[in-house]
C-alpha cells in the first residue's frame, strides 16, 4: 500500500529536445516519437503508412481535438503515394499546408494538435492513464494522497470524471482535495514555459 501516488503525463525535456526522438518539430528528425524505442510498438511514421484515412482521421481529431483533421488525413494520404512521410520537418509542412491560413491558432504552430495526437496513439497514453485511474485507488492506503499532473485536456478530463465518480455515491473511496485544478503560476511560467499547460489534481483516500 502507498501512502502517497505522483503521476506526472508530461515528457522528459531531454526526450523532446532530441531530434532523432521525433517528438517535435522544432529540429528535424526521424518520425519515431516512442517513449521507448525498444517497446517493439510501431513509430509515428509507420502509424502514418498503414492507418486509412479515416484512421487517421479518427487518430487527429480524438486525441488532437484537431478540427481540420480529415482535411489533413486526405492531403497525408495523397502525399504518401508520391513518397513516404519520414521526417518532423516534412509532416509539419504537410499540416500547415493542409490548415487554411486564416485558421492557424494564434498561440500553438498550426501542427502541434497532430503532432500531440500521433504522440498519443504511438504510446498508447490514454490506455495507461485508463488502466492507472481504474485500479489505484486499491494500492493507496487509508489516507492516502494521489495527485496526476496533465498537460491537455483529454487527460486533465479523464482525472476529473475519475476523481469525481470515485467521490461520489453512499460510500465515496476518494475525497476530492482539488475543486479546481492547480495551475502554474506566472513566474514560474516565465521559468519554465512548458509547465504553461499543467494541471494538478489531487484525491485522498477515504477509507
Given amino acids: 500500500m502507498f501512502d502517497g501516488m505522483l503521476l506526472d503525463l508530461g515528457i522528459s525535456s531531454p526526450q523532446l529536445d532530441d531530434p532523432s526522438r521525433g517528438f517535435s518539430f522544432r529540429s528535424d528528425g526521424p518520425l519515431d516519437m516512442r517513449r521507448d524505442p525498444g517497446s517493439g ?6 502509424i502514418l503508412r ?17 478540427r481540420f483533421s480529415r482535411r489533413i488525413a486526405r492531403i497525408l494520404v495523397a502525399q504518401r503515394q508520391r513518397e513516404r512521410i519520414e521526417r518532423t520537418a516534412q509532416l509539419a509542412d504537410l499540416v500547415k499546408s493542409a ?7 494564434r498561440t500553438i504552430h498550426p501542427a502541434t494538435r497532430v503532432f500531440q495526437a500521433l504522440r498519443i496513439a ?19 492506503a ?5 495527485a496526476v499532473i496533465s498537460f491537455h ?6 482525472v476529473k470524471v475519475s476523481f469525481r465518480e470515485q467521490s461520489a ?10 475543486r479546481k485544478p492547480v495551475v502554474p503560476e506566472d513566474t514560474e511560467i516565465a521559468a519554465n514555459p512548458r509547465a504553461a499547460s499543467a494541471k494538478l489534481r489531487a ?3 477515504n477509507l
Fill in 99 to 105: 490548415i487554411p491560413r486564416k485558421a492557424w491558432p
Fill in 122 to 140: 504511438v504510446n498508447r497514453e490514454l490506455e495507461s492513464l485508463a488502466g492507472f485511474l481504474d485500479g489505484f485507488a486499491a494500492h493507496l
Fill in 50 to 66: 498503414r492507418s486509412t484515412e479515416r484512421e487517421l482521421a479518427d487518430i487527429f481529431f480524438r486525441f488532437g481535438e484537431e
Fill in 169 to 178: 455515491g453512499a460510500e465515496p473511496t476518494l475525497r476530492v482535495l482539488t
Fill in 203 to 205: 484525491a485522498r483516500n
Fill in 153 to 158: 485536456s483529454l487527460e486533465d478530463r479523464m
Fill in 142 to 146: 487509508p489516507g492516502g494522497r494521489v
Fill in 41 to 46: 510498438g510501431p513509430s509515428a511514421r509507420e
